[in-house]
């Protein structure tokens, strides 16, 4: 299952950069977040580490996450280590004069046959909606 | 002549033969990780559980954590917090949980040992606790779970403190974990002690109570040993600050029920009807 969201920010990639870049952010900009842990020292880069934890319904779901790519302004992905399966990334594209197109993209897969399908098309509507809450504090943010 | 309490020692033998020591490799992580989609389904959509606190749990080593339980035979409260707990720490967390001996030896019900579900014992407890697993425990057990449903919000181990002896042995900390809305999936009556009693089951089967409430698809419902289909009731699970044991016994069973029963009261008090929440 895949899920995305988009947005236009009034700021240029590098700003935008800025803020994905920061690990510190995270815990203000990702909604629902249930747990944010660092699991590697330094900068958030290139196989930098963090324990990631939303709340997707009743319960909080996520596990370790690994940096995959990090392309200064614009490809920031990630996929999991532990927990449920699935890889994420923030694209930023420049949309115009201080202008970024940003993405917010995660696609996921749950175990356990059909069971695991349906919950993961039913989960699509609260993973959706956080990828929206998450844009909107980034364009807040950014915008303030 | 064999009377009629040689043949109820008997059946109690035969009963106490099958409860399992606990093996704690028939729990399976990847097992777990199968069923955790459908649960989630289930909590979610259900119950709209609500499982809020895992933070306050030690994210790692052994941990004693205590819960006040409700719903009958069919308790929703230790589906839910076991699919949060294994979702929050991931299944390859040791986690145990200690369930009636009924439980563990009634044929259909053998998968939850794959879940961690062991017989609740002293000995099974420990064993858990010194391998560094997390274990969950509900003192009030049988006792509790049938209180009747106007009661739903008091917490009521039964003044069993065999969980503190348990932490202080194996030195963990105790974690409460606070949860409502279980009592709301039928319309439990009452515990009806005294039949059991005269039933002799409590000798036999460790049932203390023949409860009797109004449930589904059965109607009256008399002991739940079928268990039953629950209502949809909105299901709110808080975990509470740790406890440490360093008072007497009946300080620390205090401390821990009072922490369980502000937990309740708290969740209780956001709650507007029955069953929606």
Redesign the interface.
Known sequence: MRVERGCIVNADPDTVWKVLSDPDRYPSLLPHL??WETLTEGPLELGSRYTV?WKI?????G?VVEVVEFDTARDLAWINI??VTHRGRFRLRAAGPSRTLVTFRLAYH????L??L???R??ARWVGRSLEESLENLRRLLES | MASVGDALEWARQQVIARVPQADLDQRDPDYI??????F??L???Y?????RG??RIPPEGPVLLVGNHSGGNVAPDTF?FG??FC??F?P?RPFYQLAHNLVTVYPPLRWLRKFGAVAASQENARLALESGAAVLVYPGGDYEVFRPSWQRHVVDLGGRKGFVRLARETAVPIVPVASVGGQETALFLGRFQWLASLLRLDRMLRLKSVPISLALPWGLNISDLLGHIPLPAKIVIEVQEPIEVDGDDQAVYDKVVASLQAGVDRLAAERRFPVIG
């Not at chain 1, 319904?57 to 779901?61: D, E, F, T, Y």
């Not at chain 2, 990780?33 to 459908?38: F, K, N, T």
């Not at chain 2, 119950?47 to 499982?51: E, L, P, Q, Y």
């Open positions: 249930e747990r934890l319904g009743s319960i909080p779901v596990g532990s927990g749950s175990d356990g046959g069971l695991g349906i919950a993961a039913v989960a | 990780r199968d069923r955790l989609p459908g989630w389904l909590a979610s959509l119950f709209r559980a609500d499982v895992l933070d839910v699919l949060a979702s929050y991931g390859e």
